[in-house]
Nanobody
């Protein structure tokens, strides 16, 4: 299986910046995609940014030109640099992976989620 651990969340002022980091560990064969999702109270979880093993990157329209996702395939880490943060960016941010990994029962590809890290932007 894969364990995802996020860090870097916190409280920031309107217009400020934060950098989120996620480290994947476990008996990983390969990771097809790593990304970040967020969920505000009472709202559905939504994709923020994703990147694939082939280097394709996709951003949600609401973070265009503000957030940057980066990944180190060798280290199985993914970061999200968030600039020009707005109060509406306030949410719990989750690391997500589509990975082929092994457990005691064999090896399979599935999706994994981190525990989440809180990002709060003051107004």
């Amino acid at each position: 299986q894969v364990i995802l651990v996020e860090s870097g969340g916190g409280l920031v002022q309107d217009g400020g910046s934060l950098k989120l980091s996620c480290a994947a560990s476990g008996d990983i064969i390969n990771i097809a995609a790593l990304g970040w999702y967020r969920q505000a109270p009472g709202s559905q979880r939504e994709r923020v940014a994703t990147t694939t093993a082939t280097g394709m990157i996709a951003y949600a329209h609401f973070v265009k030109d503000r957030f940057t996702i980066s990944k180190d395939n060798a280290k199985n880490t993914v970061d999200l640099q968030m600039n020009s943060l707005k109060p509406e960016d306030t949410a719990v941010y989750y690391c997500h992976a589509d990975a082929f990994a092994c457990s005691g029962h064999g090896c399979h590809e599935t999706e994994y989620w981190g525990q989440g890290t809180q990002v709060t932007v003051s107004s």
